[in-house]
T-cell receptor, first 112, second 113 residues
Framework: GQQLNQSPQSMFIQEGEDVSMNCTSS?????WLWYKQDPGEGPVLLIA?????ELTSNGRLTAQFGITRKDSFLNISASIPSDVGIYFC????????????FGTGTRLTIIP | GAGVSQSPSNKVTEKGKDVELRCDPI?????LYWYRQSLGQGLEFLIY????????KSGLPSDRFSAERTGGSVSTLTIQRTQQEDSAVYLC???????????FGPGTRLTVT
């Protein structure tokens, strides 16, 4: 079945650094979604990608839909303390299927 | 507009008791999902409602788990005879009729003692 692997599993960075994480699959995805989950909260949708090669920004966040359609990338520029949390990628399991497969998550920690 | 709401935010129950968790989706959203998230883990799909169609129950871990959605809006997830391994955060999400984007509530943290 389709699985989404996220890398790295965790990151420890200093405030102001840029962050890069990715999400890979053994199968093709037609949509990629990126969510962020703060401690004690539900995931919040950050960016949605619909087309191979698409590059979309949301403030300091930029996400890309990989050309192979088997991967996606999320970058955060000039990290700030509120960026701390877990970042999940997600995509529909099959075209036309409304259930999402979620990635394993990347936990971002900012070192004071 | 109002987002997805869930109640209670926290629930502590004794092993063997039944619990009911409630989800109010975003108004107008036709699809509703329940997930379970154990501490430090990813999201585990439980059940999915879409309009008037029969729910997709393929993720329910046992027959102690059930859910209903009344009037195409509010949903209740029921766990009977709770066990300690049921302790987790239960998340609800809703989705409009088109697209794949799901919008999550804050979750209910269930602790079974």
């Amino acid at each position: 079945g389709q699985q989404l692997n996220q890398s790295p599993q965790s990151m420890f960075i200093q405030e102001g650094e840029d962050v890069s994480m990715n999400c890979t699959s053994s199968s093709i995805f037609n949509t990629w979604l990126w969510y962020k989950q703060d401690p004690g909260e539900g995931p919040v949708l950050l960016i949605a990608l619909y087309k191979a090669g698409e590059l979309t920004s949301n403030g300091r966040l930029t996400a890309q839909f990989g050309i192979t359609r088997k991967d996606s990338f999320l970058n955060i520029s000039a990290s700030i303390p509120s960026d701390v949390g877990i970042y999940f990628c997600a995509g529909p399991r099959r075209f036309g299927n409304e259930k999402l497969t979620f990635g394993t998550g990347t936990r971002l920690t900012i070192i004071p | 507009g109002a987002g997805v709401s869930q109640s209670p935010s926290n629930k502590v129950t004794e092993k063997g008791k039944d619990v009911e968790l409630r989800c109010d989706p975003i108004s107008g959203h036709t699809a509703l999902y329940w997930y379970r998230q154990s501490l430090g883990q990813g999201l585990e799909f439980l059940i999915y409602f879409q309009g008037n169609s029969a729910p997709d129950k393929s993720g329910l871990p046992s027959d102690r788990f059930s859910a209903e959605r009344t009037g195409g809006s509010v949903s209740t997830l029921t766990i009977q005879r709770t066990q300690q391994e049921d302790s987790a955060v239960y998340l609800c999400a809703s989705r409009p009729n088109r697209g794949y984007e799901q919008y999550f509530g804050p979750g209910t943290r269930l602790t079974v003692t």
